[in-house]
């Protein structure tokens, strides 16, 4: 099935850094992924949808400014978490639906915990 | 917007015996209904799927049901094993407007030895 490579897995950084976090589709073409942000025993929610050569489009609520997406090429999109702060310590998750029809199953990346210190 | 409610938010069970997962959805043109199991820590992983087209739909242990009319799917477990202790979460997909997928609050799931 289809792959999705996410990374990194794993970030520590100091409150007002910023972190970058790669989502890569393998072996496949993703014109559109999403970006999930999980709470610790909360489900899944969607941040924003990516999509390759324009603007993301956010979810009600979430800071475009704050969580900057870009989708250059159709195999990556990157998430940057800007001027972090503790509140943005989660685990972000992001996805991509295998090639086929408009709702063909979606697949995640093995996500990124974020701790702000 | 769409509105996923999944029931029960925890669910123990002895090992051998059937679990039951349920959810209900809002919108009507909602025509795709995944179920992912994310075990702590991990990703959610696609487990199985079922369409509009179809009532239900099985692999091995696994099952999911589908009522279009009253608008309520399930997941049915049986002969569970340790092994499928997780956090279950069912979805639904509207299909044109957007392509999201709309996340019921999930159920833990602990089966006892």
């Known amino acids: 099935g289809a792959v999705v490579s996410q990374h990194p897995s794993r970030v520590i950084c100091k409150s007002g850094t910023s972190v970058k976090i790669e989502c890569r589709s393998l072996d496949f073409q993703a014109t559109t992924m999403f970006w999930y942000r999980q709470f610790p025993k909360k489900s899944l929610m969607l941040m924003a949808t990516s999509n390759e050569g324009s603007k993301a489009t956010y979810e009600q609520g979430v800071e475009k400014d704050k969580f900057l997406i870009n989708h250059a090429s159709l195999t990556l999109s990157t998430l940057t978490v800007t001027s972090a702060h503790p509140e943005d310590s989660s685990f972000y998750i992001c996805?991509?639906?295998?090639?086929?029809?408009?709702?063909?199953?979606?697949?995640f990346g093995n996500g990124t915990r974020l701790t702000v210190t | 917007g769409e509105n996923v409610e999944q029931h029960p938010s925890t669910l123990s069970v002895q090992e051998g015996d059937s679990a039951v997962i349920k959810c209900t959805y809002s919108d009507s043109a909602s025509n795709y209904f995944p179920w992912y199991k994310q075990e702590l820590g991990k990703r959610p992983q696609l487990i199985i799927d079922i369409r509009s087209n179809v009532g239900e739909k099985k692999d091995q242990r696994i099952a999911v049901t589908l009522n279009k009319t009253a608008k309520h799917f399930s997941l049915h477990i049986t002969e569970t094993q340790p092994e499928d202790s997780a956090v279950y979460f069912c979805?639904?997909?509207?299909?044109?407007?957007?392509?999201?997928?709309?996340f019921g609050g999930g159920t833990r799931v602990l089966v006892k030895p």
């Open positions: 979805a639904s997909d509207p299909g044109a407007a957007g392509n999201k997928l709309t």
């Open positions: 996805s991509a639906r295998e090639p086929g029809p408009y709702n063909s199953p979606l697949h």
